[in-house]
């Protein structure tokens, strides 16, 4: 009999001493250029881009963990104070994919926002590789819409669309 995956996720802050394991998760070199996170071909960088999440107050980074409290992704926003939008990356371990943990963790983010800086901020933004079709798939099954495709697909929506 197949195990029921839980598909349930919470958010934690990102903190500098979460480098480690983050690098053992993210040890593969991604197609994700795209994707600053995800974009780590060895501890320097890693390092120097996990340094930029923790310590900026231009981003609000979290680490995602599972029901089991394992590490198996992280989500990042960079504020764009003017456009009252957060731009959002994330990225779910290899081992870990497939489990709408990246869905579930775009809500709970939405959440984080809505609860926090609900007036500060109205939309949520992704910019996405038009050959990223997993991410695609998780825009359309959160109802995200296409915003416009300029060298990337660019998705966009309301915060309290998501909520
Ligand atoms: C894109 C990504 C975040 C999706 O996360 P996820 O939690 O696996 O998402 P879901 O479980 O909702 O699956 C979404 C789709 O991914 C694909 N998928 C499923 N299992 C997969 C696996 N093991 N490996 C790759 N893709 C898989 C499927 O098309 C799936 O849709 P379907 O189940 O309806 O067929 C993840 O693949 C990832 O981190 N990729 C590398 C980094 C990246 O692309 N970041 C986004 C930059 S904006």
Redesign the pocket.
Known sequence: MNETIDTNVTLVPFIKEDTVEYLKLANEV?V?K??KL?YCRNKSEANDIIDLFTTSEDYIAFKILNCKNQFV?AIVGEKKEKKKTIEI????GKDY???????NAIIEYAKHIAKNFSQKYRCLE???SII????K??MN?LGIKLAYTRGYAHYRCPVKNLI
């Open positions: 991604e994700g795209f994707f995800a992704g990356s994330y990225f779910i994919r497939g489990r709408r943990y990246c869905e992704f910019c996405i990223n079709y997993s991410s798939k998780v099954t």
